[in-house]
T-cell receptor, first 111, second 116 residues
Framework: TQLLEQSPQFLSIQEGENLTVYCNSS?????LQWYRQEPGEGPVLLVT?????EVKKLKRLTFQFGDARKDSSLHITAAQPGDTGLYLC???????????FGTGTSLTVIP | GAGVSQSPSNKVTEKGKDVELRCDPI?????LYWYRQRLGQGLEFLIY????????KSGLPSDRFSAERTGESVSTLTIQRTQQEDSAVYLC??????????????FGSGTQLSVL
């Protein structure tokens, strides 16, 4: 089993603060995705990274794939209440028949 | 429809009863996944279908769980003799680029299963 551990598990911050969520594994992945899930809904893809060391920015969100393709981070600048949700990382393999999802980080941004 | 549709959205059942969950993937999506999500946790892989290939059943937790898919359309996940530990949200996802680096999973809203 290729486990992806996320930290922290829970995060509650004030609007305007910055935060970083980590996704770590001992396994190498061909791709790493980040999803956000709101209550009562399925996860929605935010980004895919495929190259070791790759950094992608989407507005206030910055995603990084580790050089060894075993870990990733998600940094949010100036968090807003709309960022509240469960953030999930998912590692993809070359076989393509399974995405290994992380344990999840529940983020609450307080207005 | 435009997205992945799952039914029912909620299912309450008694321990020992069988349940059937349905997933309608996005038209044209050849790959279909079932995941289980316990409250506030990550997703646990259950089963994967890709076209006419044999499904990957490696994630099914016991022989009480089974799933079928007709061609590249509807899939049903069946849980026999339900137990309280089966209570969870069951999520279905489909994609059209299975195995590609930029494969994107489109998820349904899930079925919340509660076993009393």
């Amino acid at each position: 089993t290729q486990l992806l551990e996320q930290s922290p598990q829970f995060l509650s911050i004030q609007e305007g603060e910055n935060l970083t969520v980590y996704c770590n594994s001992s396994s190498v992945f061909s791709s790493l995705q980040w999803y956000r899930q709101e209550p009562g809904e399925g996860p929605v893809l935010l980004v895919t990274v495929v190259t070791g060391g790759e950094v992608k920015k989407l507005k206030r969100l910055t995603f990084q794939f580790g050089d060894a393709r075993k870990d990733s981070s998600l940094h949010i600048t100036a968090a807003q209440p709309g960022d509240t949700g469960l953030y999930l990382c998912a590692g993809g393999t070359n076989t393509g028949n399974q995405f290994y999802f992380g344990t999840g980080t529940s983020l609450t941004v307080i207005p | 429809g435009a997205g992945v549709s799952q039914s029912p959205s909620n299912k309450v059942t008694e321990k020992g009863k069988d349940v059937e969950l349905r997933c309608d993937p996005i038209s044209g999506h050849t790959a279909l996944y079932w995941y289980r999500q316990r409250l506030g946790q990550g997703l646990e892989f259950l089963i994967y279908f890709q076209g006419n290939s044999a499904p990957d059943k490696s994630g099914l937790p016991s022989d009480r769980f089974s799933a079928e898919r007709t061609g590249e359309s509807v899939s049903t996940l069946t849980i026999q003799r339900t137990q309280q530990e089966d209570s969870a949200v069951y999520l279905c996802a489909s994609s059209f680029l299975p195995g590609a680096p930029f494969e994107k999973l489109f998820f349904g809203s899930g079925t919340q299963l509660s076993v009393l």
